[in-house]
C-alpha cells in the first residue's frame, strides 16, 4: 500500500468568485450594523414608555446612509438573481432544442 501511488487531485472546474464574496459579506454587514443600530435605539427608549412610544435607531444620518445602501444592495441582488435565472432558462431551451433534433447527449456546456 506504501507503494501505491494517488492520481493528483483533478483543479476544481470554477474558481471562486471573489466579488460574490465579498456581495455576501458586505450585504450581512450592513444588515447587521442595520439591525444593531435598532436594537440600540429600542433599548435607549425612555423609561416611562411600555411600549407604545415612538423610538429612534442610534447612529443618526449613519443609519440612513445604511439604509440607503441596503436598498441598493437589494437591487444588486435582484439583478445577480435575474442573470441566474436567465442562465437556467437558456440552458433548459438549449436541452429542449437538443432533444427535438433528436440529439439526446447533452452539450458539454450543459453538463455544468
Known amino acids: 500500500m506504501s507503494g ?3 492520481p493528483p487531485r483533478p483543479d476544481p472546474v ?5 466579488t460574490l464574496r465579498l456581495l455576501v459579506s458586505l450585504t450581512v454587514g450592513v444588515n447587521l450594523l442595520l439591525g444593531l443600530l435598532a436594537l440600540a435605539g429600542w433599548v435607549a427608549r425612555p423609561d ?7 423610538w429612534r435607531p442610534a447612529g443618526g444620518m449613519l443609519w440612513v ?4 445602501l441596503d436598498v441598493g444592495l437589494l437591487l444588486v ?10 442562465a437556467v432558462g437558456e440552458r433548459m431551451g438549449r436541452r429542449i432544442s437538443d432533444r427535438r433534433e433528436g440529439r439526446d447527449e447533452p452539450s458539454d456546456e450543459d453538463r455544468r
Do not use: F
Not at 470554477?14 to 471573489?18: Q, S, Y
Not at 446612509?65 to 440607503?68: G, I, Q
Open 14 to 18: 470554477g474558481t471562486p468568485d471573489r
Open 48 to 54: 416611562p414608555c411600555t411600549g407604545a412610544c415612538s
Open 4 to 6: 501505491e501511488r494517488v
Open 65 to 68: 446612509a445604511l439604509v440607503v
Open 77 to 86: 441582488w435582484a439583478g445577480v438573481g435575474y442573470v441566474h435565472l436567465l
